[in-house]
Nanobody
């Protein structure tokens, strides 16, 4: 099965940008629906963005127009470009894979089979 490793998190000022990366190994991301989720302590993990094998995307309302999810099949990597960051974007961000090329509930964490370890984003 696929293994996922996120990177790119860090501390950034309000209004700044970060790009998160999720490198997959063990399988090709083209066989999966890929998603980004985030979680703050004592809160449920929430869906941020999803991308299907054909490049179709879905976004949470809170990040539409600011975040962009993309994938590079040659590098087996999914990205989350985050612009105009706000303090409320502060969270641990997770990459996830759903075993279907066409996303089923792309922002629904229960639909995902595999998860990375997360990368912390702090906006202040």
């Amino acid at each position: 099965h696929v293994q996922l490793v996120e990177s790119g998190g860090g501390s950034v000022q309000v209004g700044g940008s970060l790009r998160l990366s999720c490198v997959a190994s063990g399988d090709t991301i083209g066989r999966y629906c890929m998603g980004w989720f985030r979680q703050i302590p004592d809160k449920e993990r929430e869906g941020v963005a999803g991308i299907e094998s054909d490049g179709s995307t879905s976004y949470a309302d809170s990040v539409k127009g600011r975040f962009t999810v993309s994938q590079d099949n040659a590098k087996n990597t999914v990205y989350l470009q985050m612009n105009s960051l706000k303090p409320e974007d502060t969270a641990m961000y997770y990459c996830a894979a759903q075993e279907t090329t066409y996303c089923i509930g792309p922002l629904n964490l229960s639909r995902y089979n595999y998860w990375g370890q997360g990368t912390q984003v702090t906006v202040s």
